[in-house]
């Protein structure tokens, strides 16, 4: 399996930004997510965030917040997140436009504690998942977490705007995959607009980290949001909005179209 990393240069190298998409695991319904995931992939998204629905999930919006509510109420558990991926996987292998595109998991430290580490990196690993962002795990317990267990899978850390040069730097030091660069302060959501000190900071933490490539998350929403923040990243993370698209869309070809909007801007 190609590092997450080897991924971005390759896309990099071919004049793109990349593309990463977020997707709750289990919303809308269970029974179509593989297919809605497939969709995202074939449609331009160059790796897959899969969320792990939880009930308290801090870093995220009301867009994010409710679909993993209703991902819980659809009674979607851990167990059904890797077997998601183990069925996105097995199309990612199986298809030559596909290959390589790279499982993301997104979650919080609770559940994943709750499963037990060592069977959750185990599953994690046997599904086909290359990397793992908890939002929730400061740079303090980055030890005590991320212990041996974890070393197959990619540890994704995230700066944020109120973060150091020095905190940035030893972040930039920690991560694997990439460094995920939250672009405003608050939770995840569709922004109308970024002032100028959100891009002079984005344009500061592009120009420390240094080991690692970086995506922008938090706020982007469509085209334009992806050109403006193109000079200062190695790619992008787009999820509230497209899973406000989701929740809107009357068919899967109408969120496919918006995807393939988003890619079109990474080049």
Known sequence: MKKISEHIE???????????????AGFPTKENFVEL?????ENGADMLEIGIPFSDPLADG??????????????????????????????????RFLRDKPLILMGYANPILKYGI??????????????????DV????????????????????????????????????RSEGFVYCVSVTGTTGIKNKFDENVLKNLERTYTIVKKNKMLIGFGISNA????????????????????????????????????????????
């Open 10 to 24: 390759q896309i990099n190298k071919s004049g793109r930004k990349a593309l990463s998409i977020f997707l709750t």
């Open 37 to 41: 995931a497939t969709t995202v992939l």
């Open 62 to 95: 009301q867009i994010i917040q409710s679909s993993s509510q209703a991902a819980l109420e659809n009674g979607v558990t851990l167990k059904d997140v890797f077997h998601y991926c183990e069925k996105i996987s097995a199309k990612i292998d199986k298809s």
């Open 118 to 135: 060592k069977n959750f990196c185990t599953d994690a690993e046997s599904s086909g998942v290359s990397g793992l962002i908890v939002p």
């Open 138 to 173: 400061p740079l303090e317990e980055y030890e005590s977490f991320y212990n041996s267990d974890f070393k197959s899978l990619e540890k994704i850390l995230l700066t944020t705007p109120t973060s150091s040069d020095e905190r940035i730097k030893e972040i930039d030091q």
């Open 224 to 267: 334009q949001n992806v050109k403006t923040f193109a000079p200062y990243c190695d790619g992008v993370i787009v999820g509230s909005a497209v899973i406000k698209k989701i929740s809107e869309a009357k068919t899967i070809s109408e969120i496919g179209g918006f995807i393939k909007e988003l890619s079109d801007a990474c080049v």
